[in-house]
């Protein structure tokens, strides 16, 4: 059963307790406000400002499990943080560990701050969590998709387009790669587990995936200069940096050019410009 008054002190509380820059917002001037404004956690939430502050006066419907979570990222909790507010709001909390969309604070805090650089959160299945802005304008928005199709390495095999981005003599061996990825996580968590239902549903749709599949290769890591065939800049060249979150299986992928260098031109001129 929902608890209305505990759930609104408690996000009171935690909105009263984040400043603009925690959460990568401009702190504006003449600002009175304790912490966020509720117009501000509600962008941050992806819901209305109505919806969010009846929750604060104790009013309004009972949020749903899919509410709670948004408010829960937006908020920037923790993991304690998020099951207890699922609690509060008479929800069961969702499972920890690897197939958790809930980002960590930390790598939240880190990711709000490249507001002028390419990167994206994803899991250890490639699904984007989240994206910078200069990240949208460099692959588009991924983290758009649902179902299987959240996994580069499925629409890699089943979305021709999602090859769009790369030069074609680079197709062959991220085929490898997505293949040799899967592999590694499919023996890491099992049988019945996301990985191998993934890998399941690719061998019956993809006869590349299948013949990949059959040749057992492992370890296959990233190359350390990523080459994209943006259709608005040209050719970008940039190297990769990942910095990993071991408890809830995420990576934040940080993607940068050499100073001087046509591909750094070009990345400044992709942040002008933005989503093509």
Not at 128 to 137: C, H, N, S, V
């Amino acid at each position: 059963m929902i608890d209305r008054s505990g759930l609104a002190a408690f996000l009171r509380s935690r909105r009263e307790a984040l400043q603009p820059e925690d959460v990568g917002l401009p702190r504006g001037q003449r600002r009175r406000t304790d912490g966020l404004r509720r117009e501000e956690v509600a962008v941050l939430c992806h819901m209305s400002t109505d919806y969010y502050s009846r929750l604060e006066r104790e009013r309004g419907p009972h949020p749903s499990e899919q509410m709670i979570a948004s408010i829960a990222q937006g908020l920037h909790l923790s993991l304690d943080e998020r099951d207890h507010l699922f609690r509060l709001a008479g929800h069961q909390p969702p499972t920890r560990g690897p197939g958790s969309d809930h980002i960590s604070p930390g790598m939240l805090r880190i990711l709000d701050r490249l507001v002028d650089t390419p990167a994206e959160i994803v899991t250890e299945l490639g699904e984007t969590l989240r994206q910078t802005p200069p990240g949208i304008a460099l692959v588009g928005d991924l983290a758009r998709f649902s179902g299987p199709a959240r996994s580069i390495g499925y629409r890699w095999f089943t979305e021709p387009a999602a090859r769009d981005l790369h030069p074609a003599e680079d197709h062959a061996f991220y085929s490898r790669m997505y293949v040799s990825g899967l592999r590694r996580v499919v023996t890491l968590r099992g049988p019945g587990s996301r990985a191998a239902y993934l890998a399941d549903l690719l061998s019956g749709q993809s006869e590349e995936f299948r013949a990949l599949w059959k040749d057992h290769e492992i370890g296959l890591r990233p190359r350390e200069v990523k080459r994209y065939q943006h259709p608005t800049v040209g050719l970008l060249e940039l190297n990769c940096q990942i910095l990993q979150d071991p408890d809830q299986s995420h990576s934040l992928l940080v993607y940068t050019a050499v100073p001087g260098s046509d591909s750094y031109e070009r990345l400044q001129l992709l942040s002008v410009l933005g989503t093509p």
